[in-house]
Structure formats: structure tokens, C-alpha cells
């Protein structure tokens, strides 16, 4: 790489940084490693010849594009334009075309890597109040997006077996890892919605091991087997989580801890289909548990010494799963990444990583704005965060040194003071108010639809020549 590219990438670079309140003296101002980006983008790139959208500025218009409220790569392409302008560099054309050439030329390991490494940067940065007796506490959970139905999406991402061919959309599968103290994601998984090694406990195994030693996974009762536990002690992290509804509890057994909460052994269950023999003899043959009885829940952790955690802080922690679906519902809902856009699976991949490394990206302004009021990031609202960082945007890349530290300080002031309400125990029933417009299901391939209709108004039309 060239001095003249490397100047350009490294100035690009800090444009992007600055957007998001980034280049302070505190140690969450400095999630985005500017060298590491120009280093990765050299890596991953490979040569490229000098472009209107090179790959740290596709990356960031990718990016923005994901958080921006319309989300169309014209749009994309405008703002574009008008960053240029700005920087007094000469106007570029609003055909999409070349960004769209542009986004497909992006490696996907450099979204990847850009959220990983955001989302590690803020653990380590973060204060130690913020954490559970000095450990992390990750959070799992998987979900499904859509996507346009195309036959590249349809061949990698089948729909759902109860839909009609024609009438469905291809369905990924998504399970992701999120840091309870400051939000963010640290690693993630996607996969079609049926088919082998496909199932959220199977990608919940391949990301294990992005898991560090001493921290706690809390997750529901889907992910409660008994290898998985096994998989996630031999890694050296705790487990807490709900009793899966096929296991029998029987709390006259075991050593008593006190009503409702005893130490049990698992037996180690026969060899699954999809474990080698090798990898079997290498699980161990008993694991001790512990179970707690809370109403109709039973609750189930490695955590085994009741002096250390007892029974009512056992429950606290594992209420704190539901986390994890408010941060699905954040990128899905107020990031808009149920329905996606792109026609290719590779290009889904890609679109799925941006939506993660901008949320990863977010959280990082929210974890710098909790830091300097004294508060936790999860008092925080993410969609506030969001709307404050779209309306401030143009002000941090294009600011003056000396007044982009006081418009970042007033953004900041803003996160911090959009606080959650306090809402202990809320209870939402799970049905909709609003109704929906009456129009008719698409019960036809549209194709089949259109022709029809067409033929419909070639008749109405001889007829009336007739």
C-alpha cells in the first residue's frame, strides 16, 4: 500500500470514528482502533485501485446505512455525496451502481472483525462496577430474520416447510452472545432455518468457545443439555439457566441446600448421532448441578455453593436473561433488521454483520455517556441513543478540532439523560390492539397472480371491441 492510499484510508478512518464520539481520553472513547482498521482493510482488500468508495469509506456508508432511518443504498449514496462536498473533494454521481459494486467487493471478515473487536474493547474498558463480583455475565439467544425471495436466498435460506413455494421468504437463523454490563454482541452465528447443524444449540456450540474463562452464560432452557453445560464447564464458565421441560426434578434427592434448592449428579446421557466416539470419552461421565425451585420455574447452575449465591440472587440473576430479548428486539425493531434487504446469501451475511458491528458501535457511545453520568448503560435507551447520533452526525465528522470536543460532550449529555423508566415486573399480554388493513393473503407464486390479472384485462378489453 502506497503512502497516498494509506493517508487517504487513515483519514477516512477517523472521519468514521468521529461520527460516533470517538477519539476522547477515556478508554471507552477508544473502541474504534483506528490503526487495526487501515491494518485489516490492507489485509483483507487485497490491492484495489483508487475508487470513489474505497473500502473504509463503503464500510462506512454500509454502516450508516444500516442505522439510517430509510436504509436504501440511494440514500446511502447521498449522503455520500454530500460528505464529499463537505470535505471540498468534487461531486460524485447518484447512480448506486458503484456502491452497490462496492458493497459486494467488502470482505465480510472486515465487518466481522470491526464488531468483535468493538464489542471486546468495551469489555475491557469497562468499569468493574459494571460487572457481576468482578465476572461477565453473556447473555444467548437466537432469532429468525427474512429476506427478499430470490433463488440464491431460497437455495442457502429455505422458508419455513409451512409455507407455500412462491408464497414464503427465506428464513435465517440467528444466535448471538451479548455482554449483560454494557450490551454489546461478541459474537454471533447465522444458519438456514432447517437442515443439519442448524439448530440454535448447535451454533451456540460453535460460538462457545468466544466464551473467556470466569464468565457466567445465562440463557433459557433450550440451551439446558447436558453437553453443552459439559462444554461450557471444560471452558471455565458457569451456567445459569432454566430446566429443560423434559428433565424430571425430584428435590427428595440430592444434598438439601434448603426448600427447594438441592445439589444434584447428572448422569452422562448415551452418545448423540452428531458426537464422535472420541469427543464422547472426552465429556465427563457425571456433572453436579444445582437445582431451585421458584413457582413453576425451576432454575438450574453450575454456580453449586449457596453460601456464595444464594437462592434469591440465583433468580435475579437469571431474570436478567430477558435482556437479551429487548437487545433481539433493538436490532431487529428500531435497527430494522427483521426484513432484510439484499438479493444473495453472501450479501445477507455481510448485511447481517453491519446491522451487529453498528449496534456493537452504538453501544459504544452508550457505554462512554454511562461512564461520564455515573450510571449503568442498561438504564440507557437504545433507541434514544440511535435518533441522538443520527441528528448529530454531520456536526462530529465535520466539526472544528476545538468545537467537536464540546458538540461530543452535549451528544453524550443527551444519551445519558434519555433513562429507561423504572418498570419492575411488567407484564405486556402478547396480543395486538392495532388492526391490520383487510386485504387478501397472497395465496398464489405473484407471478401466477400477475399473468392472471393481465389476461383478466386482455378479455375486458376484446370484449369491448367486439
Known sequence: MNGIKNRRLISQARQFRARFAQGGESLLSQTVPIGLLVQWAGQLCGRWRERIYGPIRTLALFIGQVLSA????????????????????????????????????????????????????????????????????????????????????????????????????PLARLVAMISLSCGSVLAWASAPCKGKQSGELSLLWRLAEQLRRGDVLIADRYYASYFMIARLLSLGVDVVARQHQRRI??????????????????????????????????????????????????????????????????????????????????????????????KSPEMVEKEIAAHLCAYNLVRSVMAQAAELAGA?????????????????????????GRRSGVITAILLGAVADARLPTRPDRVEPRAVKRRPKKANLLMQPRKILKNQLIRDKQHRMAACLS
Not at 447518484?94 to 464488531?115: D, E, I, Q, S, T
Not at 452422562?268 to 458426537?275: A, E, I, L, Q, S
Not at 448503560?377 to 465535520?398: I, T, V
Request: glycine fraction near 6%.
Open 249 to 342: 426434578t425430584d428435590f427428595r434427592h440430592g444434598r438439601r441446600l434448603g426448600k427447594g434448592d438441592h445439589v444434584v449428579t447428572w448422569q452422562r446421557p448415551k452418545c448423540p448421532d452428531w458426537m464422535s466416539a472420541e469427543d464422547y470419552a472426552a465429556v465427563p461421565t457425571t456433572l453436579t448441578i444445582r437445582e431451585a425451585r421458584f413457582g413453576t420455574w425451576i432454575v438450574i447452575t453450575t454456580l453449586t455453593d449457596a453460601r456464595t449465591v444464594d437462592k434469591a440472587e440465583l433468580l435475579r440473576l437469571y431474570r436478567l436473561r430477558w435482556q437479551v430479548e429487548l437487545d433481539l428486539r433493538s436490532i431487529k425493531s428500531v435497527m430494522q433488521m427483521d426484513i432484510l434487504r439484499c
Open 376 to 400: 449503568l448503560p442498561r438504564l440507557l435507551s437504545f433507541k434514544a441513543a440511535m435518533q441522538a447520533l443520527r441528528a448529530f452526525e454531520e456536526n462530529l465528522r465535520h466539526a472544528p
Open 70 to 169: 430509510d436504509q436504501s443504498c440511494q440514500d446511502a449514496v447521498a449522503r455520500g455525496l454530500s460528505e464529499r462536498v463537505a470535505n471540498g473533494q468534487s461531486p460524485c454521481s447518484l447512480n448506486n451502481g458503484p456502491y452497490c459494486a462496492a458493497r459486494k467487493r467488502l470482505p465480510l471478515a472486515l465487518l466481522v472483525r470491526l464488531a468483535r473487536a468493538v464489542g471486546a474493547r468495551l469489555l475491557e474498558a469497562q468499569p468493574r462496577a459494571w460487572l457481576w463480583r468482578g465476572r461477565q455475565l453473556v447473555l444467548a439467544d437466537g432469532s429468525t430474520v427474512s429476506m427478499p425471495d430470490t433463488p440464491a436466498n431460497q437455495a442457502r435460506f429455505p422458508q419455513s416447510g409451512e409455507q407455500k413455494p412462491g408464497v414464503g421468504f
